[in-house]
Structures are given as C-alpha cells and as structure tokens.
C-alpha cells in the first residue's frame, strides 16, 4: 500500500510539502492531525474511487471480553465502492499492530510492504466481529446487528477467518459456568491446517471478581482440550467463582479468540485435571507422525468401570518401542496399565482400582533408536459421567423476558420487536431452552420475506 511504503521518510523531510498535496497529508499523519481512515480516503478521493468515512465502535487490542460500555471503542474507518459494490477497509489495523497485540499501536510494515490484508475489502459477516458503525446501513448485512448483539460477540484475531477452528453460530463472548463448569466445542475449517495445534489458556480475572484464587491452584491443570474426529471440545473447570479469561491459539497463528467465563457456585468441579503431558486427549495428527493408528477409540475420554479392563488398540505404521503411563489427579499410577505387541498390533490395558479420573499416556520411539521417548497420544479416562445439566432457575425478571420472547415468536410479524425481545432475553444471560434458535429462524424469515416484497414493489411501479 502506498502510504505504508512511503509513511517512514516523511518524518525526516526538512522542507514544507505543497498544501493538500500527498506528502502534506502524510505529515499531517505523523503529526496525529488527520487518521489513518481520512488519509486513505483522501486518497482514494485523489483516484475517483467512491467512498465513505464510517464511524462506530472498534474493538482493538486490550478490550475487554463482554464489556459493557463501548464509550472507549470509538473510531473510524473507510467503506470503498468497488466492483460494483460498497467493501470494508480499516486502514489504521493494516497499517499496524493496533488490531491485535500489544498496548500501544506501532508501524509493523515488513520490507516487502505487506500489511495485514484481513483489512483490505473484509467480508462484512467478519468484520462485525470488530467493528460496529453508528449508521446501520454501512454494516452491509442483510442482517443486521444491534449494539447488544455486537457486545456479545467473541473476540477474535484478523488471524481467526484462516484458522483451523471454527465457533458455533451462536457462540456467546460471555459463557456462564455456574456450576464450575463449561465447555466450549469447535468444529475444524476443511482443509486448513490439520497438523497446527490448538493452546487454551486459562486465566483469574482478580480486578472485577469478588473471590480471590488461590495462589497455589495451576489454571492450566483445569482445562482441558479433547479430540473426536473433526471437532475439539474445550473443558474447563473453575476451582473458585469469579470471572475468567479463555485465550485460544494455535501453533500456527497465535492468538485466535478470547472470551469471559462468569463462574457462579463452583460446587461441582474442582478437582483439576489428571496430568497430561505434550498432547491433548484423544488421537490426533501426532499420534499419525508417531507412527500409530488407533483403531478402537478415535475420542479423547474414554469411560471405565473398576476393576474391569479397558483395552485401547492402535496399529504400527513404523517398528516402534512402547511406553505406558497412567496419572490420577495427583500421582504417577502407571501399575495400572499395561502393554503389549503383537505383529503390527499395541494392546494397552488398563485396570483401576477406586472411582476417579486417569490421564493415560502413550509414548513411543524408534524401535532401533535410544532417543527419548516421545507422547504420542493421551486419553481421559472416568469412572463416572458427571451430569453438567444442572437446571438453572429463572428469576422474575428473567420469567418474564423468557414469557415475552416465547409469545412474540408465536404472536407478531414485525421483525424489529422480534429482535428487540430476543436482545432482551440474552442480555439477562437466561438458558435458552428452544426459544433463542425459534426467535431467530423467525427473524430471518420475516426479513426475506420483506426484501422479497420490496422486490415485487419495485417491479410493480417501475416505469
């Protein structure tokens, strides 16, 4: 991008450029007297390109996950006519790291001048994610989104649209885990990035939260991320209540998504996880790259019974030397499992004695090789299913919005009131039992509906 290649020199010019020229908005910019959004679309003014400056709210690096106020989110970017339709460009976010990392905002423009290309004509369905305009129009969704809605919404990188995971469609930024509980599942994107790994990290928000955590208790212990097939489910348990961060990465991307766990009544779970070193539970890529295909159990828990065996089967792909390991919440219980080959097949039995939760670990090396042992794939075993369910009951206020929600579904046709009930029922955070999925579906009819009437007007009464 021009002003990307030629931004640097400006500051070091000894003369005064020519008034309204290039160079004299270039050092209006590094003065902090024009942003980066009225230089660009001066520009694109300069080359009759069509285009707006859009105002709204951004969420940029250091938001906070669920924020209530976007007071301190104001800013401004540019929306182009090009192609035969209006595009997204945040010049500000291509142009530095502002977007995604760190507390101050510098020029991160590489000797090639690439720039951060997520920036540049953005589809509108991920720009939302980012940024809200103040005018409805410039969203250039067929659906729009109120400022409830847009609040809501996780925090994700520019890197998350090319990243191997994908959220559900009404996944909340806020998640409520009143129990000491959540869970978090992802499906994968086709085809992107199969041997990148998934990181979860867990963090004590002590600001806003009443209680504190123990200085003693590793969050990364209470958290963890299970395999089965083409999805991850991300476990966490919460040892105290208060409020949480949840931080997702991958190995190829860094950063991806954020979200705020609210924790209430953590009576359910506290126990940390049993230990699992390298890997996630359940086979993945690097149990293939080790040399083992498993052939009884693609998930990542397993559940047991005591003192029955459980058998685990994987074939070799390579000559391999085996290794076993079995952790309870506190200790190495390896006495418990044992291995065995046969021809190109690994038999791994396991055996408990007493009720709880094992970390089974499968390590191997080359059978010819003293190097190391490596992890190749962990298992959670339980002896017992925990039930997660635990009813939620509502408050009068909380009745009453659900009540509300439920007769508009059923009663009206206008889908603003629509919208509006069924903002009012998630922002009091009420456990939808059918109501948020029905309200939507009829949202989404009602306005297809509408443009298709617009349609038939036009035609109607066109000369």
Not at 306 to 321: P, R
């Amino acid at each position: 991008m021009w002003i990307g290649y030629h931004i640097f020199g400006v500051s070091e010019l000894r003369f005064r450029p020519e008034k309204y020229s290039p160079t004299d908005y270039l050092k209006r910019l590094m003065s902090g007297n024009i942003s980066y959004a009225e230089l660009f679309t001066f520009l694109c003014r300069k080359a009759h390109i069509p285009c707006v400056l859009v105002d709204g709210f951004a969420k940029s690096q250091g938001y906070d996950v669920g924020k209530e106020s976007l007071t301190n989110l104001v800013n401004t970017w540019t929306a182009v006519y090009v192609a035969g339709g209006w595009r997204l460009v945040f010049p500000l976010w291509a142009l530095t790291n502002e977007a995604d990392e760190g507390e101050n905002a510098t020029l991160d423009v590489d000797d090639d001048g690439n720039l951060n290309e997520f920036f540049f004509l953005t589809d509108p369905d991920e720009f939302i994610f980012r940024c809200l305009p103040i005018k409805t129009d410039w969203q250039l969704l067929q659906n729009s989104y109120s400022k409830e809605k847009f609040k809501r919404l996780p925090y994700v990188s520019s890197q998350f649209f090319d990243g191997f995971i994908k959220l559900p469609n009404l996944q909340d930024g806020t998640i409520q885990a009143r129990y000491g509980y959540c869970k978090l599942n992802l499906t994968l994107r086709e085809g992107r990035d199969e041997d990148a790994k998934l990181f979860a990290e867990l963090m004590f928000d002590r600001n806003i939260s009443e209680e504190d955590s123990s200085p003693d208790v590793q969050l990364d212990r209470f958290i963890a991320i299970i395999h089965s097939h083409k999805n991850r489910r991300v476990n966490v348990r919460l040892p105290c209540d208060g409020v949480y961060r949840l931080k997702l990465s991958d190995s190829k991307r860094g950063w991806l998504c954020s979200f705020r766990i609210v924790c209430e009544k953590s009576t359910l779970m506290k126990n940390a996880f049993p230990e699992h070193p390298m890997l996630d539970f359940g086979p993945c890529i690097s149990t293939l790259n080790a040399g083992l295909v498993p052939i009884s159990h693609i998930g990542g828990v397993l559940n047991i019974h005591v003192n029955q065996d459980i058998i685990v089967l994987f074939d070799m792909t390579e000559e391999l030397s085996i290794k076993t390991q079995l952790f309870d919440c506190k200790n190495d219980v390896s006495h418990y499992v044992t291995h065995s080959v046969q021809d190109k097949e690994v038999k791994v039995t396991v055996k408990v004695p007493v009720t709880g939760e094992y970390g089974l670990v499968i390590l191997c090396r080359d059978r010819h090789s003293n190097n190391p042992f490596v992890v190749a794939c962990n298992y959670l075993l339980t002896t017992e299913k925990v039930n997660t369910r635990t009813r939620v009951w509502d408050n009068p206020t909380q009745k009453k919005a659900r009540a509300r929600l439920v007769f508009v579904t059923q009663k009206s046709n206008n889908p603003e009131v629509l919208q509006h009930s069924l903002d009012a029922f998630q922002q009091l955070k009420i456990q939808s039992k059918g109501e948020v999925v029905g309200a939507t579906e009829k949202i989404n009819f009602l306005r297809i509906k509408q443009g298709i009437s617009r349609i038939n007007h036009n035609i109607r009464f066109a000369p």
